[in-house]
């Protein structure tokens, strides 16, 4: 990236005021925070503007002073609605945008939506059927004093109740399957490609094997059951939501023609959760290929126990090169202890199979789950060095909202929890967090890895110092190198002008006149 952001001739400027913004907030957490862009957000403002609002985003991706670009985008706003997206890592840059929204203009309709609402709400609401007031419905009420309103699960028909003239409430819930809000599998296939004319492209940075890459999602969902994952009492996490086939080829055509891409991130949960779908997906892909006489290089995430030879060698032939796969462990304990269904057996096949095909393969690896030890810590070690895994992340797990890891745990007298595997027995001990000021567990640059569990076997610092062992021996073993830091840049605001393009685009005057003529 350069090294700063700055204002000039491709100034902001329009005549008419937007309807809403919709924010981007930053991922301080990361190494590099324009990678992909943040699809989701983007769906929502496609569906605005093809009921004919005037949207803004306002992403601060990247912006190391993203308060200062927040200031100048609120001098010159004069909408209503301000709407804010947010994983849970991204919370605390979330909560200083909401807090200075406040300060400097008052009256906006703020709204949070994004997957952390959405897993409190699940934890909330576990806690309720059980009578229980605990650390899910005290972070939810935190969120209702932060924030005017709380857009809970699918955002698509939500939006407009929470941008209604009426007083939408303070939570809408969108993430019941029964509920009028949550999106049906056809209303889904249905909907616009997220509006990605809405951002700065360009200024994202993804290669795929030399190929310039963005990313894009097939389907939504995963109805697997792992203690740590927070979508498991989410539906709009859980429940599998599939487009046919054509509407995704047209999608990726479409970011091809538009903006030139050969490589493309599948970012859905797991590719071949449907092997019909998935491999009719591969041979349309192929075909599209021939047909604009070019190549794709592609990247996704494939469910170990559901790999096989025919996906491998369909993959490559539709110009797959790498796959993505949560192994998680390297001990049948740990396995167990996680609810995976895939074996250890299951797991070195993903990667026997990959090489035979071709495919290189990214072992995603935790540590941290109940009854990890340093010998099951170290099996992490010992398995990816003997599978020669192409890559790898070890990560040490987060009990998010909504994970069972988090909503089936027990307070302590200590104000700590507990969670007690039902099968074994092993514990995994935590602290509660305030997630609107702390994201330092999530990911981390080399070195400041912080862990928020804890085993009977070991403790938080061990695992950190374990979990560094680990990946400092694999790479060494396996000569991959460390990933490379691209810190935030530098936004500096010239007088007298607007914010760039780079951060603020909005609805096209000419798009707003088609879609209302």
């Known amino acids: 990236m350069i090294s700063a952001i700055h204002c000039g001739m491709s100034s902001y400027r329009r005549s008419r005021p937007m309807d809403i913004c919709l924010v981007i907030p930053p991922s301080t957490f990361l190494m590099d925070e324009r990678v992909f862009p943040s699809l989701g957000v983007l769906k929502i403002a496609a569906v605005l503007e093809a009921a004919g609002k005037d949207v803004g985003v306002l992403d601060l991706s990247g912006v190391e002073n993203y308060l200062d670009a927040l200031d100048v985008f609120l001098a010159g706003f004069t909408g209503r609605h301000i709407g804010i997206t947010a994983t849970t890592p991204q919370m605390p840059a979330a909560h200083l945008i909401a807090k200075r929204i406040r300060e400097v203009a008052t009256g906006k309709r703020i709204i949070l939506g994004g997957p952390h609402v959405t ?4 934890a909330a609401r576990k806690e309720k059927e059980r009578s229980k007031y605990s650390r899910g419905r005290r972070a939810l009420d935190q969120l209702c004093d932060l924030y005017e309103v709380l857009s809970v699960g699918d955002g698509e028909a939500a939006i407009f109740e929470a941008i209604g003239p009426c007083r939408p409430p303070k939570i809408i819930d969108a993430d019941d399957r029964k509920g009028p809000l949550f999106q049906t599998r056809d209303q889904y296939a249905a909907s616009p490609f ?9 200024s994202y940075s993804y290669e795929i094997e030399g190929h310039r890459a963005t990313s894009l999602i097939s389907q939504l969902g995963c109805p697997f059951n792992c203690g740590f994952c927070g979508g498991r009492n989410s539906s709009m996490l859980r429940v599998i939501r599939t487009r046919p086939v054509a509407t995704v080829i047209d999608e990726l055509t479409e970011i091809h023609e538009a903006y030139g891409y050969t490589g493309f991130m599948f970012y859905d949960d797991e590719l071949n959760v449907n092997e019909a779908s998935f491999l009719e997906l591969l041979d349309r892909l192929t075909a599209l290929q021939a047909r604009l006489g070019t190549e794709f290089r592609l990247r996704g995430f494939i469910k170990a126990e559901l790999f096989n030879e025919a996906q491998a060698r369909a993959m490559y032939a539709a110009g797959f090169r790498w796959l993505l796969c949560g192994f998680e462990g390297a001990d049948d304990r740990i396995l167990t202890n996680i609810n995976k269904r895939a074996t250890i057996e299951d797991n070195t096949a993903v990667i026997k199979v990959a090489h035979k095909h071709g495919l290189k393969v990214k072992a995603l690896m935790s540590i941290g789950h109940p009854g990890e030890s340093r010998a099951s810590v170290l099996a992490v070690r010992d398995w990816l060095i003997a599978q020669e895994a192409d890559d790898f992340d070890v990560t040490i797990i987060t009990p998010y909202p909504g994970s069972p890891y988090h909503d089936e745990a027990v307070e302590q007298a200590d104000g700590s929890f507990t969670y007690v595997q039902p ?16 994201a330092d567990y999530y990911k981390g640059m080399p070195g400041e890895y912080v862990s928020l569990v804890h085993t009977d076997g070991l403790s938080e610092a061990e695992l950190v110092a374990l979990r560094d062992q680990v990946e400092a021996e694999v790479r060494e073993a ?8 691209n810190r935030a840049t530098k936004y500096e605001h010239s007088m007298g002008q607007g914010l760039s393009d780079h951060l603020l685009r909005s609805t096209p005057e000419e798009w707003a006149r088609s879609q209302t003529a």
């Open 194 to 202: 997220p509006a990605r004319h809405l951002i700065d492209l360009d």
């Open 478 to 485: 396996l000569g991959i190198p460390f990933s490379a830091v």
């Open 423 to 438: 099968v074994t027995g092993d514990r995994l001990h935590m602290r509660e967090v305030d997630y609107n000021e702390h």
């Open 119 to 122: 897993l409190v709400h699940a």
